[in-house]
């Protein structure tokens, strides 16, 4: 029997059993999946929340929830999705399994401060959601004063909690990660002879640490002036609400590429692995990584165009935003000319990433739409916002994180996923998250704007494309969910290297054993030598 | 990485410093410097700051990459101050209401 | 280079292959803990940037109602703190147990007094009034500039408060430091625990030597 064959090895799964053994587990491949399990959790009820609101959206008149129930229906939406899936879902899942295989580590350099980061995850999640079932949340994610301090009289204190306290997580995973990479690398492995997944991590590492601290004390103060009458944002005594928006976008910005860096980089594995071609200028990758990181923190003032912020920082940061632009087109660039005259299979996470790469496009051209000073002040508040990051959230980072999922499921779980299905659920994703957001530009553009749960009727046709859209997108979602459970006792065995990657973490069993190498590699070759592994992808 | 222990003398007479450096700002800050009261403030925190990392923090001592992990730190936050003075010093420059 | 996972030890954990490179990863993030709280409290000093230039005059009669002879009093504590604990890594260096359990009681006891001069000074400024809030009042300046006087209290108690919340933690850490110290834990060849420790408390010696002059030395010569 094929589960007879795989269970006389010991691997990282079976090496200890019980409740106990997961829950105490220092193992990097295990804390990676309970981080795995948390934020699908996460990602399912973030997505209760937007059919909610999707649904509510089918008609002009608010009839299915009141306007207050709207309010925090986006809030909590944006609060499960940004804070407890897309910032922990590639860095902590993948990140935190493949990371240290990459580079030829055992562990990351810290393995209790991991288990504890998974642990503050798991505390912010549960104050988040104790908020939730409690009455909810109805300031937006953003928290902006003095709305959030003087007069929503929602749990706005429990929810700002979970997110400082999941902030802490964020910014250990970080600090693991920037040490590991520094301090733990195999023999012979270089910087430049990195996955350009291991960079991309790595800048978003330095992101975490560096932004995450400043939302963290803007939520210390936004608690001390709601709690003990401090007046930090109150404008009533002088505050200024500019400020806190100031301080919190100063993490929000760079969070998104939070979120993207490692996207970006899951595609930089996967573009160059079913193209059997090394990454086209490599080095180019690598820095525009860096270049991201450090760009994405001048430009976080493109937020306030329309606040009180003087005209001359709103040129300031309109200019600095162009940039972020130029390592954003190397990227899309280099992908593409890796595919030129590569062999190019069309498996599901190439499919992925296919997706990704146009719909990254989408979402970043229309961001430099938005950073223009004069357009913005046209679509800010609207859908077109809504759709723009939408474009960059969901159609970059849960494309490619999906892309990964499926790249790596093998290795993680020994088990292949079914191919037809999964290539069906790639093209189900695609089809129905253009369907949901594209008609959101042209009801931004006409002027519909977002949090509203009333609209003027002649915005119905594309609400109800979006929803209808939205639906598909569901089903999407779900399909995964339940083959890749269903392979995990059903699937075929997967050998070490189904794709014929390059990797480390492919030299390896799968699943890999408890302290991922029998023996300790030594790196020899660049990333990407497909000379090294022979043969093509099989494609089931 | 070679250990570094530094003598008792060389921490004793830093600590002496810091002592003084502290009973200096304390006494300059009665005398009317005008504008150069808040520069001479925190031109003698700075100098404490640096005599706390440099020896205490054992800095002098220190490997690159932790010098460059300092360094980042401390430009990140001189860009969080800057580019929000961007804001908040030229808010008056237009001369309209809110704007 | 150890090819095969050896056993853990209390001196060389698993993942690592030397000792070296333990203590390299212990030191390196140990201070990348710590540029995440120099952003920590930039966020405080920018809004104390901002609101100190938007209202200097009011900023100074405030911070002139500070006693500064107790805030650099508390200043010299805190050095002197600083002074012992370095001389407690030392001691750790050298891998003698009886000088780090001495300087790392003394650290904690001048931290503890450090902690009782705030907990006066703040119980002061409670019955002076000065505590932001609907009971706020500032004798000497009209109505209009009060909340303006009470921006100025809010970011003394949220800097003071994280400083003290920070000394607080750091103090819980020396407890831990001293009772493994006592059992021998430490010695010249493992005392990483003790070297980073020390790295976070001067960190937190530098957040006041900043607080100092923001806080109790502006324009005093104006308020007096």
Same mark, same amino acid.
């Given at each position: 029997?094929?589960?007879?064959?795989?269970?006389?090895?010991?691997?990282?799964?079976?090496?200890?059993?019980?409740?106990?053994?997961?829950?105490?587990?220092?193992?990097?491949?295990?804390?990676?999946?309970?981080?795995?399990a948390?934020?699908?959790?996460?990602?399912f009820?973030?997505?209760?929340?937007?059919?909610?609101?999707?649904?509510?959206?089918?008609?002009?008149?608010?009839?299915?929830?009141?306007?207050?129930?709207?309010?925090?229906?986006?809030?909590?939406?944006?609060?499960?999705?940004?804070?407890?899936?897309?910032?922990?879902?590639?860095?902590?899942?993948?990140?935190?399994?493949?990371?240290?295989?990459m580079?030829?580590?055992?562990?990351?350099?810290?393995?209790?401060?991991?288990?504890?980061?998974?642990?503050?995850?798991?505390?912010?999640?549960?104050?988040?959601?104790?908020?939730?079932?409690?009455?909810?949340?109805?300031?937006?994610?953003?928290?902006?004063?003095?709305?959030?301090?003087?007069?929503?009289?929602?749990?706005?204190?429990?929810?700002?909690?979970?997110?400082?306290?999941?902030?802490?997580?964020?910014?250990?995973?970080?600090?693991?990660?920037?040490?590991?990479?520094?301090?733990?690398?195999?023999?012979?492995?270089?910087?430049?002879?990195?996955?350009?997944?291991?960079?991309?991590?790595?800048?978003?590492?330095?992101?975490?640490?560096?932004?995450?601290?400043?939302?963290?004390?803007?939520?210390?103060?936004?608690?001390?002036?709601?709690?003990?009458?401090?007046?930090?944002?109150?404008?009533?005594?002088?505050?200024?609400?500019?400020?806190?928006?100031?301080?919190?976008?100063?993490y929000?910005?760079?969070?998104?590429?939070?979120?993207?860096?490692?996207?970006?980089?899951?595609?930089?594995?996967?573009?160059?692995?079913?193209?059997?071609?090394?990454?086209?200028?490599?080095?180019?990758?690598?820095?525009?990584?860096?270049?991201i990181?450090?760009?994405g923190?001048?430009?976080?003032?493109?937020?306030?165009?329309?606040?009180?912020?003087?005209?001359?920082a709103?040129?300031?940061?309109?200019?600095?935003?162009?940039?972020?632009?130029?390592?954003?087109?190397?990227?899309?660039?280099?992908?593409?000319?890796?595919?030129?005259?590569?062999?190019?299979?069309?498996?599901?996470?190439?499919?992925?990433?296919?997706?990704?790469?146009?719909?990254?496009?989408?979402?970043?051209?229309?961001?430099?739409?938005?950073?223009?000073?004069?357009?913005?002040?046209?679509?800010?508040?609207?859908?077109?916002?809504?759709?723009?990051?939408?474009?960059?959230?969901?159609?970059?980072?849960?494309?490619?994180?999906l892309?990964?999922?499926?790249?790596?499921?093998?290795?993680?779980?020994?088990r292949?996923?079914?191919?037809?299905w999964?290539?069906?659920?790639?093209?189900?994703?695609?089809?129905?998250?253009?369907?949901?957001?594209?008609?959101?530009?042209?009801?931004?553009?006409?002027?519909?704007?977002?949090?509203?749960?009333?609209y003027?009727?002649?915005?119905?046709?594309?609400?109800?494309?979006?929803?209808?859209?939205?639906?598909?997108?569901?089903?999407?979602?779900?399909?995964?969910?339940i083959?890749?459970?269903?392979?995990?006792?059903?699937?075929?065995?997967?050998?070490?290297?189904?794709?014929?990657?390059?990797?480390?973490?492919?030299?390896?069993?799968?699943?890999?054993?408890?302290?991922?190498?029998?023996?300790?590699?030594?790196?020899?070759?660049?990333?990407?030598?497909?000379?090294?592994v022979?043969?093509?992808?099989?494609?089931? | 990485?070679?250990?570094?222990?530094?003598?008792?003398?060389?921490?004793?007479?830093?600590?002496?410093?810091?002592?003084?450096?502290?009973?200096?700002?304390?006494?300059?800050?009665?005398?009317?410097?005008?504008?150069?009261?808040?520069?001479?403030?925190?031109?003698?925190?700075?100098?404490k700051?640096?005599?706390?990392?440099?020896?205490?923090m054992?800095?002098?001592?220190?490997?690159?990459?932790?010098?460059?992990?300092?360094?980042?730190?401390?430009?990140?936050?001189?860009?969080?101050?800057?580019?929000?003075?961007?804001?908040?010093?030229?808010?008056?420059?237009?001369g309209?209401?809110?704007? | 280079?150890?090819?095969?996972?050896?056993?853990?030890?209390?001196?060389?954990?698993?993942?690592?292959?030397?000792?070296?490179?333990?203590?390299?990863?212990?030191?390196?993030?140990?201070?990348?803990?710590?540029i995440?709280?120099?952003?920590?409290?930039?966020?405080?000093?920018?809004a104390?940037? /901002? +609101?100190? !230039? &938007?209202?200097?005059? =009011?900023?100074?009669?405030? @911070? #002139?109602?500070?006693n /500064? +002879?107790? !805030? &650099?009093?508390?200043? =010299?504590?805190?050095?002197? @703190? #600083?002074?012992?604990? /370095?001389?407690?890594?030392?001691?750790?260096?050298?891998?003698?147990?009886?000088?780090?359990?001495?300087?790392?009681?003394?650290?904690?006891?001048?931290?503890?007094?450090?902690?009782?001069?705030?907990?006066?000074?703040?119980?002061?400024?409670?019955?002076?009034?000065?505590?932001?809030?609907p009971?706020?009042?500032?004798?000497?300046?009209?109505?209009?500039?009060?909340?303006?006087?009470?921006?100025?209290?809010?970011?003394?108690?949220?800097?003071?408060?994280?400083?003290?919340?920070?000394?607080?933690?750091?103090?819980?850490?020396?407890?831990?430091?001293?009772?493994?110290?006592?059992k021998?834990?430490?010695?010249?060849?493992?005392?990483?625990?003790?070297?980073?420790?020390?790295?976070?408390?001067?960190?937190?010696?530098?957040?006041?030597?900043?607080?100092?002059?923001?806080?109790?030395?502006?324009?005093?010569?104006?308020?007096?």
């Open positions: 029997m094929i589960t007879a064959a795989v269970q006389e090895r010991e691997h990282y799964l079976n090496a200890s059993y019980g409740i106990k053994s997961w829950l105490l587990t220092k193992d990097h491949k295990r804390i990676g999946l309970l981080y795995l948390t934020i699908t959790f996460f990602f009820l973030g997505g209760a929340f937007a059919t909610l609101i999707r649904v509510e959206l089918l008609t002009p008149q608010g009839d299915l929830v009141s306007s207050e129930t709207y309010n925090k229906l986006f809030t909590m939406h944006g609060v499960a999705m940004v804070f407890f899936f897309l910032i922990p879902a590639i860095p902590a899942t993948l990140g935190n399994f493949f990371l240290p295989m580079i030829g580590a055992r562990d990351l350099a810290f393995p209790r401060i991991n288990l504890l980061s998974w642990y503050l995850l798991v505390l912010g999640g549960l104050l988040s959601l104790y908020a939730m079932l409690a009455g909810g949340v109805d300031t937006g994610w953003t928290f902006y004063t003095p709305y959030s301090t003087s007069y929503s009289n929602t749990w706005v204190i429990a929810t700002a909690l979970g997110i400082f306290v999941a902030g802490f997580s964020s910014i250990l995973t970080g600090l693991n990660f920037i040490v590991t990479v520094h301090r733990m690398r195999a023999p012979g492995m270089t910087w430049f002879r990195l996955p350009l997944f291991v960079w991309s991590t790595y800048a978003t590492s330095v992101i975490q640490v560096l932004g995450t601290p400043v939302l963290a004390v803007t939520i210390i103060l936004l608690f001390c002036e709601r709690v003990f009458h401090l007046g930090i944002f109150d404008p009533t005594r002088g505050g200024d609400p500019v400020l806190f928006q100031h301080l919190f976008w100063f929000s910005h760079p969070a998104v590429y939070i979120m993207v860096l490692p996207a970006m980089g899951v595609i930089s594995e996967l573009v160059s692995v079913y193209s059997r071609k090394p990454v086209f200028g490599y080095h180019f990758v690598a820095f525009a990584s860096v270049a990181a450090v760009l923190f001048l430009v976080w003032g493109h937020h306030l165009f329309v606040s009180t912020q003087s005209l001359y709103g040129l300031v940061f309109s200019f600095l935003s162009y940039f972020v632009a130029i390592p954003s087109a190397i990227k899309v660039f280099n992908w593409t000319a890796t595919l030129y005259k590569g062999s190019i299979s069309y498996a599901t996470p190439m499919l992925y990433a296919f997706g990704f790469i146009g719909l990254f496009t989408i979402g970043g051209l229309t961001g430099l739409f938005v950073a223009a000073l004069g357009f913005d002040v046209h679509v800010t508040d609207t859908y077109f916002v809504v759709a723009h990051f939408h474009y960059i959230m969901v159609g970059g980072t849960i494309m490619a994180y892309g990964g999922l499926h790249y790596w499921w093998p290795k993680m779980t020994g292949m996923y079914p191919e037809g999964a290539k069906l659920s790639a093209l189900v994703i695609f089809l129905g998250f253009n369907l949901t957001f594209f008609p959101q530009f042209v009801l931004g553009y006409l002027g519909m704007p977002r949090r509203y749960h009333v003027p009727p002649e915005f119905q046709v594309l609400h109800v494309l979006s929803t209808a859209g939205a639906s598909v997108l569901a089903v999407g979602y779900v399909i995964p969910m083959y890749f459970i269903w392979s995990l006792r059903y699937g075929k065995v997967a050998g070490a290297n189904p794709w014929n990657a390059t990797g480390l973490e492919w030299q390896t069993a799968s699943p890999p054993p408890a302290h991922n190498f029998d023996q300790s590699p030594v790196v020899t070759h660049e990333a990407y030598d497909y000379s090294t022979l043969g093509e992808v099989e494609v089931g | 990485m070679t250990e570094h222990i530094d003598r008792v003398r060389t921490y004793a007479l830093v600590f002496a410093v810091l002592i003084a450096l502290t009973v200096l700002t304390t006494a300059v800050a009665f005398v009317d410097l005008g504008p150069f009261s808040v520069v001479v403030a925190l031109a003698i925190a700075v100098g700051m640096l005599l706390v990392a440099l020896f205490f054992h800095i002098r001592h220190s490997t690159r990459l932790t010098r460059l992990v300092v360094l980042g730190g401390l430009l990140w936050l001189i860009i969080l101050i800057l580019l929000s003075l961007t804001d908040f010093a030229t808010r008056t420059w237009v309209v209401p809110g704007r | 280079m150890a090819s095969e996972a050896h056993a853990e030890t209390p001196a060389l954990r698993e993942q690592f292959d030397t000792e070296e490179q333990q203590k390299d990863a212990s030191t390196l993030g140990m201070w990348i803990f710590l995440t709280e120099i952003m920590f409290f930039g966020g405080m000093f920018l104390y940037i /901002v +609101y100190r !230039g &938007a209202n200097p005059l =009011v900023f100074a009669v405030a @911070s #002139s109602s500070l /500064v +002879y107790i !805030g &650099a009093a508390n200043t =010299v504590v805190l050095l002197c @703190s #600083s002074f012992t604990m /370095v001389l407690a890594v030392r001691g750790a260096q050298l891998g003698q147990r009886q000088t780090i359990v001495l300087f790392l009681i003394l650290t904690l006891i001048l931290g503890g007094v450090f902690l009782g001069v705030k907990a006066y000074e703040w119980n002061e400024k409670f019955q002076e009034h000065h505590v932001p809030g009971a706020f009042h500032f004798e000497g300046l009209p109505p209009e500039l009060q909340g303006r006087a009470q921006l100025f209290f809010s970011l003394y108690f949220a800097m003071t408060g994280l400083h003290a919340l920070h000394m607080v933690i750091g103090v819980g850490i020396l407890s831990l430091l001293i009772w493994q110290a006592r021998g834990t430490y010695s010249a060849a493992y005392m990483t625990p003790v070297d980073v420790s020390g790295l976070y408390w001067h960190f937190v010696d530098i957040i006041w030597i900043f607080l100092f002059p923001l806080l109790y030395l502006i324009d005093r010569h104006l308020g007096k």
